[in-house]
């Protein structure tokens, strides 16, 4: 996924053009100058000068971004924001580890064990804390177009809901 690199607010008419045709972009601020509101996923800015280093590390962060966007998939970062759909919802460190599980089988079951240790890797919680903590991360995940489901017996998975599903139940099981 290639990125471009905009100067701003010295190609602000170019910056125009890349952000209709959905470029991915991320913008060189200059100077004193404030920087623009980001339009969507696909944007990121630094103010240069800039380390290499920090340079590099947006570059990558973007480009994994609207990659991951372009896929259909969706993608949670370090810092527990969950993106999806354009969409994007910050999840608390119990629900951002059972997210991480169910993302890395995206589509696929995970079984209440293995959540369980992912979600609380240094001990084991009550017996209900997974169905809590599940439970309020469907609410969540519906605000971005994501479906937790239950499949008896074996665990949970992780899929998109369709517009039709999430206008009649946002919060499916």
Do not use: C, K
């Not at 991951?68 to 629900?95: F, Y």
Request: aromatic share 4%.
């Amino acid at each position: 996924m290639d990125v471009e690199l905009v100067r701003f607010p010295a190609e602000s008419e170019r910056l125009a053009g890349l952000r209709a045709s959905a470029v991915p972009r991320l913008l060189l601020v200059e100077g004193d100058v404030d920087p623009p509101a980001l339009a969507d996923d696909a944007e990121d800015w630094i103010r240069v000068p800039a380390d290499p280093r920090d340079l590099q590390a947006r570059l990558s962060g973007l480009a994994q971004r609207t990659a991951a966007a372009q896929a259909g998939e969706p993608v949670l970062d370090g810092d527990g924001v969950l993106r999806n759909a354009g969409r994007w919802v910050s999840l608390p460190p119990v629900e951002a580890r059972l997210a991480r599980a169910l993302l890395d089988r995206y589509g696929a079951v995970v079984s209440r064990t293995t959540l369980v240790a992912r979600g609380w890797p240094d001990d084991a919680p009550g017996r209900n804390a997974l169905d809590v903590h599940v439970l309020r991360l469907r609410r969540r995940l519906a605000t971005v177009g994501l479906a937790i489901r239950t499949v008896r017996s074996r665990g949970y998975l992780m899929e998109p809901v369709s517009e039709r599903r999430a206008a009649a139940d946002p919060v499916v099981s």
